[in-house]
């Protein structure tokens, strides 16, 4: 063979790898943002403030932290010893017995949320799913309550669960 013809042939090859290594990188790069936008998105970054109020729309003390966030596994989070945690709570409310509460989110939230009470007076707890951001105070002297705050994505997936404790002396 003539040594023209393979460098002929050498270079027709460099070319045709040439564009297709160009052809597979520019269908590897994406200029769809949406992936930028789901990790730009302030709800997976920063951990949301929960409050509570009174009837009188004053704020109670209470205490919040992140149970998990981004990364909830539901086998792991069932079931959460809350009552544990609630008798932690060592600031004391006042509240009248059936007195209204209401749970604040202190940012727009793009993802469903739903809210979970449990409440423990001592010797027992209970736990029930809350319709909306309200629910009354009962029983009777010193009642300790947590409110777990669940993130959800479009999939119903947990992507955040947030718990609020708070202790209520009740009048």
Known sequence: MNIHIIEKK???INKRLFFILFFFLAGCS?????HDEIVADPLMNEIPI????????????????????????????SPV????????????????????????????SPHTVSHQLVTFDGSSSTEEELEDET??????GDIQYAIVTRFLNEHE???????????VHLY
């Open 10 to 12: 050498v270079k027709m």
């Open 30 to 34: 994406n200029n769809d943002l949406s």
């Open 50 to 77: 929960v409050s509570i109020y009174n009837s009188n729309n004053e704020e109670m003390e209470a205490r919040s932290f992140a149970i998990c966030w981004n990364y909830c596994d539901e086998a792991i989070l």
């Open 81 to 108: 010893n809350e009552e544990g945690r609630v008798q932690n709570s060592d600031t004391l409310n006042e509240a009248e017995l059936g007195e209204t509460m209401e749970i604040a989110l202190h940012y727009e």
């Open 135 to 140: 629910f009354e105070v009962h029983g009777q």
């Open 157 to 167: 997936e947990t992507i955040g669960r947030i718990q609020t404790n708070f202790s």
